[in-house]
């Protein structure tokens, strides 16, 4: 829950932890609320179209549990939220990445492990459009170990790409509003979460979708 | 989006921004998904009987923002989490909040402004229970400005306050689980975001709530 990283020094073994995304805490928390009265079959549809290769899946009550490696998450997020919005049905779907802190109340991982760099495919594009609320939170869990954060080369990495991926649309309270191709916005948030993520070891992101709004239709 | 406040020290007048509950950027964005054709009727007519008074709010198509004093905030969300649930509907409300870093890409209010302490009333119990996945950043966008995070401490004032209202039942990947009365949800995730907040400027939380879940009825 909280971001709290032992404070010891990175272990023997540290490498290979990082490479390991599964070590890594590499994943999402995903929640899918479809508002009509078939909702659970419109959302067992969705799912069942989307594949889940190199990927652990585990459906809770709340949310579903995805971990795996980034360019895994990209897609499979890309695919979901494209089959969600291809129902038609409107939708908000809530999307919560986290790597660099495994385990739970307290991180696994000793804060100086990571960070943890990976090359991200394009996204897809998907001709179905969405707008969303986006959060970022490099975390500075490892002042102690050394690695001093920096906001605005995080934040200029991020709007970057959002930027080109042509998603960005302004700031509201808290939070960046992104609009476009579905698979514009899953890009533009994987891909900041992880390109934020190869100078912060712990990176965490919040966004909230909305497909099919007939308040935006009506707009 | 991404927490980045100015480095310099405070400024002369801080100890009014800290006061002023908007100004220290004290608030919430509530997204309701209700899983029903009815659902906008169903979300209207239960937020027709939520009293806003001492909030600003301005709902948008992704997320409603409420901003305001946190005991306020606290009335209102039990309230709104309280009457989507008596709909008996089958809903997911996440709430995203946030305290210190009032403004947008870049925060208005340089770091050491903060923090800011309050007192809350007790959470009202509703007699309406709900399933809660729940993450809680103490940001240390103060470090520069000599405020070191005490992760530690900041875990031990949550999870002290999660076992006092009983709503805690464990940890999963990237997340606290709470379950319980609603009322005493929201007492949990906005007490601990405000006892948190009494050490570190910049605080935000996130929690995605289930509510009528016909996967736990069944359970």
């Given at each position: 829950m909280i971001p709290t990283p032992s404070?010891?020094?990175g272990p023997a073994g540290a490498a290979d932890l990082v490479?390991?995304?599964l070590r890594f805490g590499v994943g999402a928390r995903v929640?899918?609320?479809v508002m009509s009265d078939r909702y659970a079959e419109v959302i067992?549809?969705?799912l069942a179209g989307v594949a889940t290769d190199g990927l652990v899946v585990d459906t809770g009550d709340v949310s579903t549990y995805v971990g795996g490696h980034e360019a895994d998450l990209l897609r499979y997020l890309t695919d979901l939220v494209d089959a969600v919005a291809a129902t038609g049905e409107h939708a908000a779907v809530t999307l919560h990445l986290s790597r660099g802190c495994p385990g739970e109340v307290v991180c696994e991982l000793p804060g100086g492990a990571g960070p943890r760099a990976v090359a991200l495919p394009p996204g897809r594009r998907t001709g179905r459009s969405g707008a969303a609320?986006?959060?970022?939170?490099?975390?500075a869990d490892d002042v102690r170990a050394g690695v001093e954060p920096d906001h605005?080369?995080?934040i200029e990495a991020a709007i970057d790409l959002a930027r080109t991926t042509g998603t960005f649309r302004g700031s509201e309270h808290f939070v960046t509003r992104l609009e476009g191709d579905v698979g514009a916005l899953v890009e533009t948030v994987v891909g900041a979460w992880a390109r934020v993520g190869r100078g912060?070891?712990?990176v965490t992101s919040h966004v909230?979708?909305?497909l099919n709004s007939p308040t935006r239709s009506r707009g």
């Open positions: 404070t010891q020094p490479a390991d995304p929640t899918v609320a067992l549809g969705a609320e986006w959060a970022l939170y490099p975390l605005m080369r995080d912060v070891q712990h909230t979708v909305s």
